[in-house]
Nanobody
Framework: QVQLVESGGNLVQPGGSLRLSCTAS????????MGWYRQAPGKQRELVAA???????NYADSVKGRFTISRDNAKNTVYLQMNSLKPEDTAIYYC???????????WGQGTQVTVSS
């Protein structure tokens, strides 16, 4: 059974920082592209950042220079360091594991990030 468990969401003031974590089980973590998506109320889910199995990152333009994705294959965990947070970053953040071979795609349950003064 595949599980992706996110943690780290919270209420933070504008300009603050948070670090999200997602720990996977039931998959060979090291061969998956791991990503973070977010969905704000009334909006579609969008890609925030992803890192392929080779360690190459990809970021949405809106978070470049502020967010950093990283992974620890030994811990089956992917992180999202979020700095200089803005109110428009408020959303539910979802962890995703994707592997084109076999068309395997899995989601976590989401963690709420609220940026507000």
């Amino acid at each position: 059974q595949v599980q992706l468990v996110e943690s780290g969401g919270n209420l933070v003031q504008p300009g603050g920082s948070l670090r999200l974590s997602c720990t996977a089980s039931g998959i060979t973590f090291s061969v998956y592209t791991m990503g973070w998506y977010r969905q704000a109320p009334g909006k579609q889910r969008e890609l925030v950042a992803a890192m392929d199995f080779g360690g190459s990152p990809n970021y949405a333009d809106s978070v470049k220079g502020r967010f950093t994705i990283s992974r620890d294959n030994a811990k089956n965990t992917v992180y999202l360091q979020m700095n200089s947070l803005k109110p428009e970053d408020t959303a539910i953040y979802y962890c995703n594991a994707n592997r084109r071979i076999g068309a395997r795609n899995f989601w976590g349950q989401g963690t709420q990030v609220t940026v507000s003064s």
